[in-house]
Structure formats: C-alpha cells, structure tokens
T-cell receptor, first 111, second 109 residues
Framework: EAGVAQSPRYKIIEKRQSVAFWCNPI?????LYWYQQILGQGPKLLIQFQNNGVVDDSQLPKDRFSAERLKGVDSTLKIQPAKLEDSAVYLC?????????FGPGTRLTVT | KNEVEQSPQNLTAQEGEFITINCSYSVGISALHWLQQHPGGGIVSLFM???GKKKHGRLIATINIQEKHSSLHITASHPRDSAVYICAVDSLGNEKLTFGTGTRLTIIP
C-alpha cells in the first residue's frame, strides 16, 4: 500500500514570496490533515479536511495561508506571502478511522 | 502547561543500553500514539495504545490510563534508533492529535 506522498521535499524561498505544497493521501482515506512543525516543537494542526470539506481550520493563519482539497483526494497548502517565521516542516497526514499516517514532510526555509 | 509532556527532552546513550522515554498527559484520551521522526522530517507511527502494553521487535510501549502516563522502551539500543520520539494523544476520539514536543534520542556506537 502506497503511503502519503508529499512534494516538494525541500523548498527555500525569500520572504514575501509565495510557495505551494502538495499532498496525496493514502487511497480511500477521507480525512486529511496539514501540520506545521517548527524546529524543536511538536506538530501543530493547521487544517483538517473530511473529504473536500473543512472540519477545522481554527489555527490556520488565513491572512497568508490557504488550503484546498478539490475532489476530496489531493490537497495543496499555499503560503502567500511567506514570512521568516514560516520556516518549518509541513506535514500532511491522512486517516481512515483514528490512526493517522504521515507523509515525509516538506522542509521550508524562508530567508 | 502543555496537555502532553515528555521527558527527557534529550537523551544520549551508548549502543546496547536500555532506553526509556516517558509521556504524561492531562486530558481524557481514547488512544495514545508513539511516533518516530527522523532528521528528514517524515513521521512513522510506532504504536497506538489504549490500554496495557504492546511490543514490536525491540520496542515496547506501555500505558497506565489511571495515572495518565505512558512509556516507550527500547531494548539493545542501536545507532539507527537515533531519532525524535513523539508522544501524541487522541482526545476522546475526536480525530485530533495533541502532540508532545518530542524526545531527541542519540545512540552512540
């Protein structure tokens, strides 16, 4: 069974630029999560989708972050414009029931 | 105070040593997860526990629901066990994980 796929694996951008991350969850998993993990901290939930609907985006900085999950499968997370404090690993996870399966993450560095 | 606390934050040990990482939580949970994160960033799920004890190879995870405490043990540790180990809890089955800040384990050959 293929795992959660994410791309790119690494991205370096300058502040005020835009960036987008892509996630392909495990086939059949209805729930998809985006997490932000700042160095030395545990992951923080940014947004949770159930199929193509948003369940929780209370911690998503909506002035600069956006996410969509068209057709209830793949998802993209966008940051526009990026700030230095956005440097982090962005993790995507999917679940069928309770257990979440994580992707390899995208390491973003904002300079 | 964080809802999920881990100790120690950092742990360095010699190859072959028995390792224990602790996790305490303050909320009611339906399940507790132990996760492993290597330097590249990806996270692998090691265990999901709701009671008792689970074993997989050299890894053992235990949970005491009454005391709101879990431990992850590694027997005969090896340098490839070097990683960040993260404890996370499912608060009453709402599909949202609350994460600890992780324990960085380094095993020296």
């Amino acid at each position: 069974e293929a795992g959660v796929a994410q791309s790119p694996r690494y991205k370096i951008i300058e502040k005020r630029q835009s960036v987008a991350f892509w996630c392909n969850p495990i086939s059949g998993h209805a729930t998809l999560y985006w997490y932000q993990q700042i160095l030395g901290q545990g992951p923080k939930l940014l947004i949770q989708f159930q199929n193509n609907g948003v369940v929780d985006d209370s911690q998503l900085p909506k002035d600069r972050f956006s996410a969509e999950r068209l057709k209830g499968v793949d998802s993209t997370l966008k940051i526009q414009p990026a700030k230095l404090e956005d440097s982090a690993v962005y993790l995507c996870a999917s679940s069928l029931v309770i257990e979440q399966y994580f992707g390899p993450g995208t390491r973003l560095t904002v300079t | 105070k964080n809802e999920v606390e881990q100790s120690p934050q950092n742990l360095t040990a010699q190859e072959g040593e028995f390792i224990t990482i602790n996790c305490s939580y303050s909320v009611g949970i339906s399940a507790l997860h132990w996760l492993q994160q290597h330097p590249g960033g990806g996270i692998v799920s090691l265990f999901m526990l709701s009671s008792g004890k689970k074993k997989h190879g050299r890894l053992i995870a235990t949970i005491n629901i009454q005391e709101k405490h879990s431990s992850l043990h590694i027997t005969a540790s090896h340098p490839r066990d070097s990683a960040v180990y993260i404890c996370a809890v499912d608060s009453l089955g709402n599909e949202k994980l609350t994460f600890g800040t992780g324990t960085r384990l380094t095993i020296i050959p």
